[in-house]
């Protein structure tokens, strides 16, 4: 598989070889989605919290007598089917959202994410990736001299310069190769990998 080197100024100098088994895969729509939903729902926190008919604040006197008014019976203000009552099945704080997915369909996934942005396009490479100082003007210009607004940029070397210069761009994330995730992977319209950043992913997915 061939992958189209880029310049500083976005134009297509070269290509890349890289591995078939991480960019040359089908597209299995089903498999991303399955990859891509754990992931969300992994990241997923139990922050709801309902209460029974124990936990809510009411009277335990009877609302109305047993017989004679003709409503159906009725034992506390409690009951769910009144309105401030408590919920038959409430939200717990220690809800589990997290989803199991096997090492190898989240490799495939991620592979077939990668093999579909280079087929479309949308994934280039590039020699390095690297700013002089701690600014964010100097990503902004760098990217801005390539054609890009919002990208994922994949990098072997992300130094201190580089983090801090990025992390202000609201369009832009970049990250090394071990934290590189599916969601972003598809939420960005562009992906930027540095040349080690192509080796490291095809020694831990391909």
């Known amino acids: ?6 310049n500083d100024q976005g134009q ?12 040359g895969r ?16 992994n990241a997923r926190s139990g922050n709801r919290k309902q209460k029974d008919r124990e936990e809510v ?12 008014t003709g409503r159906a019976r009725a034992g506390m203000t409690s009951s769910p089917l009144w309105r401030g009552g408590g919920r038959i099945f409430p939200n717990s704080p220690e809800e589990n959202f997290s989803q199991k997915v096997n090492r ?14 280079a087929r479309e396009g949308r994934l280039a ?35 201190d310069n580089l983090l801090l210069a990025a992390r202000n761009l609201p369009n832009v994330l970049i990250v090394e190769p071990q934290e590189a995730d ?9 992906v930027l990998m540095t ?10 997915l391909a």
């Open 104 to 117: 190898k369909m989240y490799r495939a996934g991620v592979a077939a994410i990668l093999s579909q942005l």
């Open 182 to 190: 599916p969601v972003s992977l598809i939420r960005f319209p562009r």
């Open 125 to 159: 490479v590039v020699d390095n990736f690297l700013v002089e100082a701690p600014k964010t003007k100097l990503v902004a210009q760098k990217l801005k001299g390539m054609g890009i607004d919002s990208v994922l940029v994949i990098t072997d070397n992300l130094d």
């Open 195 to 204: 040349k080690g950043a192509v080796t490291k992913m095809e020694e831990m």
């Open 57 to 68: 604040h009411h009277s335990t006197k009877k609302p109305f007598k047993q017989k004679g």
């Open 1 to 6: 598989m061939e992958l189209k080197l880029i």
């Open 12 to 23: 297509d100098s070269a290509t890349v070889s890289a591995s078939d088994t991480l960019f």
């Open 26 to 41: 089908d597209f299995n729509e089903a498999l991303v989605h399955q990859v891509v939903v754990a992931y969300q729902a």
